[in-house]
Every structure is written in structure tokens, then in C-alpha cells.
């Protein structure tokens, strides 16, 4: 394909020199071929003048003194190379190459032989001889020839323009299919590249696909082998099937014996639903009137604990150990009730001599007999389960909603650690009141899960010691780090109490409660006295808290059980106080009489309904608030040295005990919700 530049090149270096434009040579390579005017149609068009000429003859001469112009073609090539230099130098090299490839593709025009200036065009040869010059004179003949001259310049001038304005519609043309060109040009290779990127897209595409055949082919390959193996097993199916329509016929033929059986059995079952649902609804009125007996059972067992005093003494004597002096006869007695020995001891009878008043008068010194009455009195020989079958109703109390406390009150060696905790060597009849209130508080929350109620129970064991609370179940680095804990309230606002940094253990079963029995004992204080080989210097407070719940009915009730060994209640005697150590033993009994005289203001402040309880004058009221109130249970267990050694020492003790068990503390209340 030609360049197509070199047209447009050549007309705008026409119109830059502002000269008509001359070529000698019109092929342009444009679309459509057509026809455009050349040298030699031009020169056809000048022949019918020149043969006008040439008629004038030898005679006819025209002189001019004008100078002919250069011949037409060299005009032409001259201004169409000068126009390629510009338009290159403008348009940059790719522009010039155009320019250059078009001129050099043009055919250069005949030359015509250049006149002289100042002499005349020949006159035209007629007949065959050239025409000879026109003398001076033919004046008019030169004229002629110069109209004729004027006229072909005229038409030729004519025919210059029109080619002038065909090449400039040829220019427009050009430009436009240069537009469209370079339009379609960047259109091919914006199509080149995206060509490519799919061409490189199909090969990866390719690749892929390749691998993906040699995949299959492998997969055909295993498909076939499992293809065989599947017609083998179809075969051996065949045969299966045939065996199991045979078996099919059979079992259809028992199916419809089965059915028949069955038609017969669902008229039972429906009579058997009807009756099923009749015991539903009598097993829901059951539940419904048990329901209604166990709150009424709690009714009455709350009325019959009120009825017997929420807050009861019983008093307690120890045998005579080994080793022990017999004390004399009548020394301690128990008068029958009234209805006879039938009746269960509540009465204490102690004889002493008064020494100091037999020394005055010199005569034997009078017997004084004191008696003193309680809600039981149990003797020597009675045992830990006879002690506990008295107590076992008021500790399910305790999962009845209602706060239950028991004390064991008494001198030293007077046996309350044994009435509380048990005895040593791990004998189960000689257990204390501890581990067997959680066995039997265990026990009965296993009967009255069959009726709905869960059961939850979380222990604690503390001591007070010189008004210091200490933990015993502490284990490791926290064993004995007293100053750690600390009587708070559980949350503002709450009533309930407890103590930071003590351990809380989740308990459900006898040999969780052994563990920690035998942990407390291991810790608390301890201390040789005159009156004790081992006596026990503080307060021991087990307390076991106790969450039953409901969730059919939506019944909650929760309340403590707190079982406490109290220290022993010896009088201060400043004559046996020898020594730093028996210093120290004589502060310790002040602190533990001052927090029993506290419990005594505490519970005839609640005996007279004062409006001010002194709970915060001793750290054990304190703990045991909400176990001593108007809402609570009590029980004391004063207990009693049969020695005549202790006979003043036991007085007190009976007389303290006969001042709790004349108070009356209002009714109590369960704590529901």
C-alpha cells in the first residue's frame, strides 16, 4: 500500500508559499480510483490552441518583453519538494517519509525548453514549417497573439483552480481517512493485545485443560477397574435379591399374620392409654396432695419445735473416765418427772457441803442440794444416738427454711468437743452431733428429691480466738494467718454475713465432711490448763449452708445450720497464774468469758425485746446474728462434770443455763420465697 501523506504535504506547502499549485503529475493514491487531471490531459486541453497558433502562419509574430515562466513540470517538481521539506519538518520523521516515498513515486513531467526573456513564443509552423517571427511592425499580429496568449493563460488558470479546489476536497478527504485510519489503528491494537492476553489466557487455559485430561484418563481408568468390580458385585446382588424376594414372600405372608395380631393389639393399647392417662392424672393429684402434706408436715413439725421453745436447754453429764476419783453418792441425782421413771429426765438435782460454814460452827457442814429443770437432761450412760434422736427434728428444720443454732456450753473437760464432734478412733456410735446432723440432713434431701426439691450445701468451719477469727479448713500458706478474716455482710443490703478470706466448701456426701472434721481438728488452738491435759481455747463455729429449690412450683427457701463448741466457761483464778505462759492462758480466759457473757446479754436482750441487741460486742454474736434472732432456732447443750472437784465450776454453768431456758424469743419464720 502506497503512502498517503504525499498529497497532503504537497498542498500545504502550496498554501504556506501562497503560489497556485502545479504539478506535474496528479496520481494520487486515493480511494476509489478515480480520475484526476495530469500533464498530459492538460496538454490536451491547450491543443486546440495551439492549432489556432499554428494557423497564424510564419507571418504572424508576437514580441514580448515579458520573461516566459519556467516550464509547468519543473515548477511542479520544484514547488512539491520544497512543500515535502516543510511538511516534514512540522510533522517529524514518520511525516517525511510519506512525503519523500510519494515524490518518488511521481513521474517527472516532459521538460519544455525554456525561452529566453524578451523574444516571443515561436509561431506555429504551418504546413508541416515552423512560423517565422513577426516583424516589428505586425503590431497587430502580436496582438493577437498575445489575446490568444492571455486566453490560454486565462483557461489554464481555470483549469489550475478547479484542480486546486479537487485537491483540497482530496485533502479533506485524506485527513479524514487519516483520522479514521489512526482511529482503526489504535482499535487493531488495543483488538492486537487483548488478542494476545486471550491468546496467552488459552494457552494457560490449554495447560490446564491438558492436565486435567491426563487426570481423567487416570480417573476413567480407576472408573473402569471399579466399573468390573460393580458387575461382578451387580451379579452377585442378582442372586442376593432373588433369595430376598423369596424371604419378602415369607415375611409378607407373616406380616399380614403380624397384622392381624396387630389390629387386636391396638384396640388393648388404646384402652391401656385411656387407663394410663386416668394414673397420670390421679399421679398429679398425688403430687399435688403430697405437695400439700409436706407443707403441712413442716407446719406441724415448726408448731411442734415452737411448742417445745425456739429457744431449748438440755443439760448433758459426762461419765466418769478412767482414772477419775467415784464421786459420793447422791452428789448428782435425777428426780423422776411426773409421770414417773416412764417419763424422760428434765430435772438435775446437785448436793454439796457447805465447808466454809461447817469450819464456824464447828459441826459437820449442812448438804445444800440445788435443782435445776430442763427440756431433757440426759445421764452418764446416755449415748450419741440417744443425744441426737432428741435433736435430729430441729436440725431438718434446717430444710425447712429455718435458721438453726446449737451450742455446747460448758467448763473444760466437761465433754463438749465429744457431744459436737465425737470421739477419737473413727467409731460410729461414738460420732458427735456434726457428723451425723449431715448425714441425716443428706438422707432426707435424697427422700425429698423424689418429690421435686434439689438440695445444695455449703460448709464452713472457723474459730474465735482472743476475738480473732481464724479459719480451719485454711490449707498451705493461708494455715493459720489469722488477721486474714474478717466478719462482713455478702453484698449491700444483704443480711446474710460472712467471712472473707474462709473457705466455702461445697459438701453432698459423709466422707467429704470426715475430711474436713479432721482438717479443723488438726488446727484449732489447743492448750494444756489445770484443769485439762487438752483444752480447747476458742470458740469453734461449723456452720453449713443450706439452698433447697422447687423449679416446677418455683419454691425457694435457704437457711443456716450452725453448730458451735463453745470454750470452756472456768472461772479467772488469779492464784494459778504463774509465769508468762500462765499469764497468757489467764488473757485467753478473760476473752472467752467476756464473748460468753456477751451471748448471755444477747439472748435476754431478745428474751425483753430491747430495741438494741449488743451482736457487735463479741465477734461470735456478731457471726451468729442471723442464727440467734426472732427467726431462729436455738439450742444449748449445757454440759456437766460429774466430779465433785467441779462442783462450782458446774453450778455456774447450771445457773447460766437455767437463765437461758427461762427466755422466750418470738416466733419463728422460715425464710421462703
Known amino acids: 500500500m502506497e503512502p498517503q501523506r504525499s498529497p497532503l504535504s504537497e498542498v500545504k506547502g502550496n498554501i504556506e508559499l501562497k503560489t497556485p499549485l502545479v504539478t506535474g503529475s496528479s496520481r494520487l493514491p486515493l480511494p476509489g480510483s478515480r480520475l484526476k487531471r ?30 516566459r515562466a519556467a516550464p509547468l513540470s519543473t515548477v511542479s517538481q520544484t514547488q512539491g519538494q520544497v512543500t515535502a521539506q516543510k511538511v516534514a519538518k512540522k510533522v517529524g520523521a514518520r511525516s517525511s517519509t510519506s512525503v519523500a516515498t510519494v515524490l518518488k513515486n511521481q513521474k517527472p513531467a516532459p521538460a519544455v525548453p525554456s525561452q529566453k526573456p524578451g523574444t516571443s513564443a515561436a509561431p506555429p509552423v504551418v504546413g508541416g514549417k515552423k512560423p517565422g517571427k513577426r516583424p516589428a511592425w505586425d503590431l497587430k499580429g502580436q496582438l493577437c497573439d498575445m489575446s490568444a496568449e492571455l486566453k490560454r493563460s486565462r483557461e489554464r488558470t481555470q483549469t489550475l483552480s478547479q484542480e ?37 489466557q488459552g494457552q494457560r487455559e490449554l495447560g490446564s485443560l491438558s492436565s486435567r485430561v491426563l487426570e481423567l484418563e487416570e480417573r476413567l481408568g480407576t472408573q473402569e477397574g471399579l466399573v468390573q468390580e460393580l458387575q461382578k458385585e451387580q451379579l452377585e446382588l442378582q442372586e442376593e435379591r432373588r433369595g430376598l424376594a423369596t424371604r419378602l414372600e415369607e415375611q409378607e405372608r407373616r406380616l399380614e399374620a403380624s397384622e392381624a395380631a396387630l389390629s387386636s393389639s391396638q384396640a388393648e393399647v388404646a384402652s391401656l392409654r385411656q387407663e394410663a392417662a386416668a394414673q397420670a392424672a390421679l399421679l398429679a393429684e398425688r403430687g399435688d396432695r403430697l405437695h400439700g402434706l409436706e407443707m403441712e408436715r413442716r407446719r406441724l413439725h415448726n408448731q411442734l419445735q415452737e411448742l417445745k421453745g425456739n429457744i431449748r436447754v438440755f443439760c448433758r453429764v459426762r461419765p466418769v473416765l478412767p482414772g477419775e476419783p467415784t464421786p459420793p453418792p447422791g452428789f448428782l441425782s435425777f428426780p423422776s418427772g411426773p409421770g414417773g421413771p416412764s417419763d424422760l429426765p428434765t430435772r438435775l438435782s446437785l448436793s454439796r457441803s457447805d465447808d466454809r460454814r461447817g469450819t464456824l460452827s464447828g459441826a459437820p457442814a449442812p ?20 443425744v441426737f434422736e432428741e435433736i435430729s427434728m430441729l436440725v431438718q428444720s434446717a430444710l425447712d427454711g429455718y435458721p438453726v443454732c446449737i451450742f455446747a456450753y460448758g467448763q473444760t473437760g466437761s465433754g463438749k468437743t465429744f457431744t459436737m464432734e465425737g470421739g477419737p478412733g473413727g467409731d460410729p456410735q461414738l460420732e458427735g452431733l456434726i457428723p451425723r446432723a449431715l448425714r441425716h440432713l443428706f438422707s432426707v434431701a435424697q427422700e425429698l428429691s423424689g418429690q421435686g426439691w434439689t438440695y445444695s450445701f455449703v460448709a464452713s468451719y472457723v474459730e474465735i480466738y482472743n476475738e480473732t477469727v481464724r479459719d480451719l479448713l485454711a490449707t498451705g500458706t493461708r494455715k493459720g494467718q489469722a488477721g486474714e478474716c474478717e466478719i462482713r455482710r455478702a453484698g449491700p443490703g444483704s443480711e446474710e454475713l460472712t467471712v472473707t478470706n474462709a473457705r466455702y466448701v461445697s459438701v453432698s456426701c459423709e466422707k467429704e465432711v470426715e475430711a474436713l472434721l479432721h482438717l479443723a481438728h488438726q488446727n484449732r488452738a489447743v492448750a494444756r490448763t489445770a484443769q485439762n491435759e487438752r483444752s480447747s481455747r476458742s470458740h469453734s463455729v461449723f456452720q453449713l449452708q443450706i439452698l433447697g429449690e422447687h423449679p416446677s412450683r418455683g419454691l425457694q427457701c ?4 450452725s453448730l458451735v463448741d463453745l470454750a470452756g466457761s472456768e472461772r479467772l483464778d488469779p492464784s494459778l497464774a504463774f509465769g508468762p505462759g500462765e499469764r497468757e492462758r489467764l488473757r485467753e480466759t478473760q476473752a472467752i468469758n467476756s464473748s460468753l457473757s456477751t451471748l448471755g446479754l444477747v439472748i435476754m436482750a431478745l428474751s425483753n425485746k430491747e430495741s438494741h441487741v449488743p451482736y457487735r460486742n463479741s465477734k461470735l454474736t456478731y457471726l451468729l446474728q442471723n442464727s440467734l434472732g426472732g427467726s431462729a432456732k436455738m439450742l444449748m447443750f449445757v454440759n456437766i462434770s460429774p466430779l465433785e472437784e467441779n462442783a462450782s465450776e458446774s453450778l455456774n454453768s447450771l445457773r447460766f443455763a437455767s437463765k437461758v431456758n427461762q427466755c422466750v424469743i418470738g416466733t419463728a419464720q422460715a425464710n421462703k420465697k
Request: proline letters at 8%; aromatic letters at 4%; zero cysteines.
Open 38 to 67: 495530469g500533464p498530459e490531459q492538460m496538454e490536451n486541453a491547450l491543443e486546440p490552441e495551439k492549432k489556432r497558433i499554428r494557423g497564424l502562419g510564419p507571418s504572424t509574430k508576437i514580441v514580448s518583453s515579458r520573461p
Open 164 to 200: 486546486n479546489q479537487q485537491l483540497q476536497d482530496q485533502l479533506r478527504e485524506a485527513q479524514q481517512q487519516a483520522k479514521a485510519l489512526g482511529t482503526e489503528r489504535r482499535t487493531l491494537e488495543e483488538e492486537l493485545a487483548r488478542v494476545r492476553t486471550q491468546a496467552e
Open 367 to 386: 448438804t445444800t442440794r440445788h435443782d435445776f429443770s430442763f427440756d431433757r437432761v440426759f445421764p452418764p450412760a446416755s449415748g450419741q444416738d440417744e
Open 558 to 561: 435457704g437457711a443456716p445450720l
